[in-house]
């Protein structure tokens, strides 16, 4: 399939949280129901033009399969696209969209018996609550507990919804609250204060053990959570490949100061072979571009895998690859729009 | 030509080779009842169980997750685990010190650069994994690490299986007990699942429950079984239950599912009980009895105790008396249901070897027999299917 943009219209825009997030729907006509399939956890990447200039942005899905194709983006202090969706964005308007894609997805099964973590803050719950509801529904044997982040009660995104849910599963869903900077005279009070950390953690899993053995810890926040969560799991001696993480926020990976060679690279792509010269301050990614070839990408943070091609000679290094596990990084998968040659020569293929 | 005792020979209930074909096929090849979660309550602590050919070991992690291993040494195949215990992070085998993380990583071999001035490549000497996973408040173990999920095995058996929650109810220590039969394991299942005999061999033992309106059936391999209070002990149940419930009203009525291969639950309205039956030889099989109550104040159980004393003190008794019982120590004089059964088991065992042995006809309420008997057929089948 070959990854474009499709004009999807714009079914609902809805202000959240007092107008601090937006939840966009969009209608997908039948011709495109399978190309805009998606499983929960998954994303997607919008393309907008303002001011004449292009911007993309990658969303999480914040919706289960079975629902509505949706998104629900959180402003950012001078975010161009999370602003332009809450103050000029309404129903009827046509978005560019590409389909659903990224690796952090959880697949439900009917006889699967399952006991999953989740640890999200902010708009970290984005891609948990489309997991959550997923399963809830379609893995009757498994159970979920949420622990989720937030400054304070007016920020948690998808609040009702999740006490609803709890309302409706009471056996097999759990939700605890912890907030940062809760005034300690509002009415709510959660479950903890302060943030998602390890003492957090080894509390929550205190209180609710696994009963389902086959235990699986999904992680979804920004910056630096995700690797404190993880690294507080791994001091629990949670084995690595039951926990699955997406960093969230959108920031760049920082650059890490490794600088490259120059080189030229074998491209394949869509069916044909290009030589490319990379340069040594360039990204793979980045000098396939300006070789006129186009090759699907989204973020260019390391985080969506949209740019995710295979190795097959030479030598990269990765400034960040969060979207590859690493199995997938032993068997030569990198990010291109991360990767800077510390080879004369590479070989990159492009997914078909 | 070969004699039968309905669907299999009459060498099943008798042969070695039955016995070891059963072990092979069936007790190696599911899952397998390892106790209830209270014995491994926390990091550090572990069981082991025999599941057939299988010793496993459960040990939780600090993740309060329980990980299952294959309780051999990868040295020389020694056991590891005796029994119960706890340790904090590693498991030492006595024999040479190899010791393990609690993931099953080989974390350390003594004298290793003098011992094997070779190199040892202790990642490829991790502990064989198998599956654990909990259902109902119980353990089960599984020889594969990867196997079809309990969901699968008694995910369709489960909702007729009482609304009881045994893991919010308390053991009754005293009422453990590991007991012999010396019978076959499948003559234990056939007592135990054969509707007939309970208005007969027990018939003022197990009155308070109305064996007429038994509703019985299967779902796969799993035999489920539920039957009212009599109209005497129904009349005023709430008073006449010996113990506080341990489940809501208006349920009412005793759960007495065998679930495959050799589990049986026995749950009413005021307890839970597990019936674990493990074969040891063709003709010797153990049974692990264990007892759960309702986790209430000991003021509540006094006065279950004092409104039931006036029902049970004239209610039931011994099925043979004065001059039928052969004297004191007459199982059939004993007024206790599992007395009765084990006798009848072991009388019945007695007779297999005999040459005269004729089995008469299967009755309606002996259906639940012959349908075992088919389940252990098929299954053994499947596996062999598998394995070829």
Not at chain 1, 107 to 129: E, N
Not at chain 2, 33 to 60: K, R, T
Not at chain 2, 194 to 212: E, F, G, K, R
Not at chain 2, 256 to 281: C, K, Q, R, Y
Request: a negative charge; hydrophobic letters at 40%.
């Amino acid at each position: 399939m070959a990854r474009q943009f499709y004009p999807l219209v714009v079914s609902d825009v809805e202000p959240i949280i007092s107008g601090r997030a937006t939840s966009v729907s969009f209608a997908v006509p039948e011709y495109l129901r399978e190309t805009f399939r998606w499983l929960a956890g998954q994303h997607l990447t919008v393309r907008v033009i303002l001011n004449g200039e292009e911007h993309r942005r990658c969303y999480t899905i914040s919706n289960p399969p079975e629902e509505a194709l949706r998104i629900t983006v959180k402003r950012v202090a001078g975010g161009l696209v999370s602003n332009h969706f809450a103050d000029h964005l309404s129903a009827g308007d046509t978005l560019e969209i590409m389909p659903p894609f990224g690796g952090f997805t959880l697949m439900p099964g009917a006889t699967a018996r399952r006991t999953h973590y989740f640890f999200g803050a902010g708009s970290g719950i984005t891609p948990l609550y489309a997991m959550v509801c997923s399963l809830l529904v379609n893995e009757p044997y498994s159970v979920a507990h949420l622990v989720l982040g937030n400054a304070r009660e007016k920020e948690i995104i998808f609040r009702n919804e999740l006490d609803a849910l709890q309302a409706a599963y009471p056996d097999r869903l759990t939700v605890r609250h912890t907030l940062s900077s809760q005034s300690m005279w509002s009415g709510f009070s959660p479950w903890r204060r302060g943030r998602v950390d390890e003492a957090a953690i080894q509390a929550a899993i205190a209180q609710t053990p696994p009963v389902a053995q086959d235990a699986q810890y999904w992680i979804c926040g920004p910056g630096g959570m995700n690797a404190d969560v993880a690294r507080a799991l791994a001091n629990m001696d949670v084995p690595k490949d039951r926990i699955h993480m997406e960093s969230f926020g959108g920031e760049r990976a920082a650059d890490d100061g490794v600088t490259g060679v120059a080189a030229t690279a074998q491209v394949r792509l869509d069916g044909k072979t290009t030589e490319v010269a990379v340069g040594a301050d360039q990204t793979v990614l980045e000098a396939v571009l300006a070789a006129g070839l186009s090759p699907s990408f989204s973020c260019q943070s390391g985080v969506c895998g949209a740019c995710r091609a295979k190795l097959t000679s030479g030598d990269v290094h990765m400034r960040a690859h969060m979207a590859l596990e690493d199995k997938e990084v032993l068997s030569g998968e990198i990010l291109t729009c991360q990767s800077v040659a510390t080879s004369k020569h590479l070989k990159v293929n492009f997914p078909e | 030509m070969t004699r039968m005792y309905h669907k299999l020979p009459v060498d099943a209930y008798t042969s070695k080779d039955w016995f070891d074909r059963e072990q092979r096929l069936i007790f190696s090849r599911s899952w397998r009842y390892a106790g209830l979660v209270e014995d491994v309550p926390e990091p550090g602590h572990y069981v082991s169980v025999q599941a057939g050919l299988n010793n496993i070991f459960i040990v939780m992690g600090r993740d309060f997750r329980l990980r299952a291993f294959h309780n051999i040494c990868r040295h020389r195949g020694t056991q590891l685990i005796r029994a119960v215990g706890k340790t904090q992070k590693a498991l030492t085998c006595p024999y040479h010190d190899w010791t393990y993380d609690l993931e099953g990583n080989l974390v350390s071999v003594p004298d290793e650069a003098r011992e094997y001035p070779e190199g040892i490549d202790k990642s490829c000497l991790g502990l064989k994994p198998a599956a654990v996973d909990v259902w109902r408040g119980m353990l089960f173990v599984h020889p594969d690490p990867n196997p079809p999920s309990l969901a699968a095995f008694l995910g369709d058996v489960d909702p007729f299986l009482g609304p009881h929650k045994p893991e919010e109810l308390v053991e009754f220590d005293e009422a453990r007990r590991t007991y012999e039969i010396k019978a076959n394991w499948k003559i234990v299942v056939e007592n135990y699942i054969d509707v007939y005999h309970l208005s007969h061999l027990h018939s003022n033992t197990l009155h308070m429950y109305d064996h007429a309106k038994a509703e019985f059936g299967w779902k796969g391999p799993h035999y489920h079984f539920w039957e009212p209070p009599s109209e005497a002990y129904g009349k005023s149940l709430e008073s006449n239950l010996p113990t506080p419930r341990v489940i809501p009203e208006p349920h009412r009525g005793a759960w007495v599912p065998m679930l495959f291969p050799g589990l049986g639950l026995g749950a009413s309205e005021d307890s839970w009980n597990v019936f674990v039956i493990t074969p040891l030889a063709p003709d010797l099989t153990r049974i692990e009895n264990r007892t759960k109550l309702a986790n209430v104040s000991s003021w509540e159980y006094s006065k279950q105790s004092w409104s039931s004393a006036g029902f049970w003190k004239s209610f039931g008794g011994p099925k043979y008396s004065g001059d039928d019982a052969a004297g004191e120590d007459d199982p059939m004089a004993s007024g206790d249901f599992t007395t009765e059964d084990i006798y009848a088991c072991e009388q019945q065992q007695k007779s297999l070897s005999s040459p005269y042995l004729e089995i008469g006809p299967a009755s309606t309420g002996e259906s639940p027999i012959t349908k075992h008997q088919k389940a252990i057929l098929d299954f053994m089948v499947a596996q062999e299917e598998r394995a070829s």
